[in-house]
C-alpha cells in the first residue's frame, strides 16, 4: 500500500510498506505462541532501544497514555514533581498530574529557548520533589532538551528522572545505562508513542522504567488505576501468552517490523541521520527566508517550527502544499497562523525531503514570493550530506 502523500507533520509520520504488510497480516488469537513470539522479540528490542536494566511495557493506546502511565506509578496523590517546559506537551504533565492529586510545580521557557539550568538547581534545592518530568523534544517548539546538563542537575538531588521521548525515541539517544558523570546520575524512565520517530502507526504507548522508577512502583503499595498499573501488566509483559488485556495484536506485529528496521539501520546510524536530517531541512527552508523557531544549537533532531517569512498566510500556503501531497502541520497557541511544524524523523527519506524543498518553493512562487527552489534542494543535500559524512 504505497502512501499517495508525504506525511510530514511531527507524527504521525510515514509508514513504509513492509509495516503496512505486518500490520495487514492474519489476526492470530493474542495468547498465539506466533503472536507471544513476536511480541517477546518488540519487548527485547525496546529493552535495546533504551539500553534498560529495567522492564519496558508496550500497551494499546497513544503517547498520552504513556505521560500517565509514568506518572500515576511513580508519583502518589499529594507528592510534588517538578514540570520542566519546552512548550506544549511539557505543560501537558501539569493537568495530567493535577488530574491524579499530584502537587505540580513548573519551570517554563519562553518558546523557542531552553529553561536555564540555573533557575533547575534552585528549584530543585528547595527539596521535596519526587520527579521530573522533562520532554526530549517538544513538538510545539521544535526545541530539544539537553540531557547532559539537565539529568546531572536533576539526579544530584535525588528526583526520578521522567523522559517524554514521544518525538525523540529511535531518533536521538536516550540511554537509560548511561551515567551523566557519576554512576547514579540516570534516566529513570521514558515513555513513549509508535507514531512518531519509530515510524510505526499511533496505537502504541510505550513506556520503560528502570529500575528506581520500578522501586518507586514497587513502594506504593497500590495506585489508582487498573490499565495503567504497571504491576498488573508485568506477568504479560515477561510471558505475552497469560492474558491481561487483549494484545493489540496487528499493531504488535507493525512494531515488531518497525523496530527491526531500527535495528538493521542500527541506533548510533539513525541518530546522526536524525541529526543531519534536521539541520538539513532547517537550512533548505532558510533558502527561503524561512527561519526555526528554536536556535540551531537546541533545535531538534525530529522536527522543526518554522516561522513563515511576511506576507505568507499560513492556511493558503498549507491547503497549497497538501494538494500537491505534501501535509505538513500548523502551530500551536500564539504561534497559530504564524510558523508551521514540519516532521523529518522515522522512515522519512532523503528523496522526500528534496521533494518538499521544491514543492515549498513552487507554493511561494505561486503565492508571489520569489523563490528558487534548485537552491533550496542543493542547500539541503549538502548539508544532509556533510552531516551524515558522505
Ligand atoms: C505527540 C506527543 C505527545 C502525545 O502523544 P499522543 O500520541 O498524541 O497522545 C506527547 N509528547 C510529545 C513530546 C509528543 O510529541
New binding site residues.
Given amino acids: 500500500m504505497p502512501n499517495k502523500e508525504m506525511l510530514l507533520i511531527?507524527?504521525p509520520t510515514p509508514v513504509v510498506d513492509e509495516i503496512y504488510e505486518a500490520l495487514a497480516q492474519e489476526t492470530y488469537s493474542h495468547t498465539d505462541p506466533r503472536l507471544v513470539k513476536r511480541f517477546k522479540n518488540s519487548l527485547d528490542m525496546t529493552k535495546r532501544l533504551f539500553n534498560t536494566d529495567g522492564e519496558v511495557f508496550v500497551v494499546a493506546?497513544?503517547?498520552?497514555?504513556?505521560?500517565e502511565m509514568a506518572i500515576v506509578n511513580t508519583v502518589a496523590p499529594g507528592e510534588k514533581i517538578l514540570v520542566i517546559s519546552h512548550g506544549y506537551?511539557?505543560d501537558?504533565f501539569i493537568p495530567l498530574a493535577q488530574a491524579h492529586g499530584i502537587q505540580v510545580e513548573v519551570l517554563q521557557s519562553q518558546w523557542g529557548k531552553h529553561v536555564e539550568i540555573s533557575a533547575v538547581e534552585e528549584k530543585l534545592a528547595e527539596g521535596g520533589f519526587k520527579a521530573v518530568t522533562v520532554?526530549?523534544?517538544?513538538?510545539?517548539t521544535g526545541v530539544m532538551s539537553n540531557l547532559e546538563e539537565l539529568v546531572p542537575a536533576v539526579k544530584k538531588y535525588g528526583p526520578l528522572f521522567i523522559l517524554?521521548?514521544?518525538?525523540?525515541s529511535a531518533a536521538i539517544e536516550e540511554n537509560m545505562q548511561k551515567e551523566y558523570g557519576h554512576p547514579d546520575y540516570r534516566i529513570d524512565l521514558v515513555?513513549?508513542?509508535?507514531?512518531?520517530a519509530i515510524g510505526v502507526p499511533?496505537g502504541l504507548?510505550i513506556v520503560a522504567f528502570g529500575p528506581k522508577a520500578l522501586k518507586a512502583r514497587e513502594a506504593m503499595d497500590k495506585v489508582a488505576a487498573y490499565y495503567m498499573d504497571i504491576l498488573r501488566w508485568l506477568p504479560t509483559m515477561q510471558d505475552p501468552g497469560k492474558y491481561y488485556a487483549t494484545h493489540p495484536v496487528n499493531m504488535i506485529y507493525a512494531y515488531e517490523k518497525g523496530m527491526e528496521l531500527v535495528m538493521a539501520e542500527g541506533l548510533e546510524a539513525r541518530y546522526k541521520r536524525h541529526a543531519a536530517l534536521g539541520k538539513a531541512v532547517r537550512a533548505g527552508l532558510a533558502q527561503y527566508g524561512m527561519r526555526a523557531l528554536a536556535p540551531e544549537e537546541i533545535a531538534a533532531p525530529t522536527?522543526s517550527c518554522i516561522l513563515y517569512p511576511e506576507g505568507v498566510n499560513d492556511a493558503e500556503f498549507r491547503s497549497k502544499l497538501a494538494e500537491k501531497g505534501m501535509v505538513i502541520a500548523g502551530s500551536l497557541a500564539n504561534l497559530a497562523g504564524k510558523a508551521f511544524r514540519i516532521g523529518h524523523m522515522g522512515n522519512a527519506t532523503e528523496e522526500m525531503f528534496i521533494k518538499a524543498m521544491e514543492l515549498v518553493g513552487e507554493t511561494l512562487n505561486e503565492m508571489g514570493l520569489r523563490a528558487d527552489p534548485a537552491k533550496a534542494v542543493e542547500t539541503f543535500k549538502n548539508v544532509y550530506h556533510e552531516g551524515l559524512g558522505k
Fill in positions: 511531527p507524527g493506546g497513544s503517547g498520552t497514555l504513556s505521560m506537551f511539557g501537558r520532554t526530549h523534544a517538544d513538538t510545539s517524554d521521548g514521544v518525538c525523540a515513555l513513549t508513542g509508535s507514531q512518531k499511533p504507548a522536527l
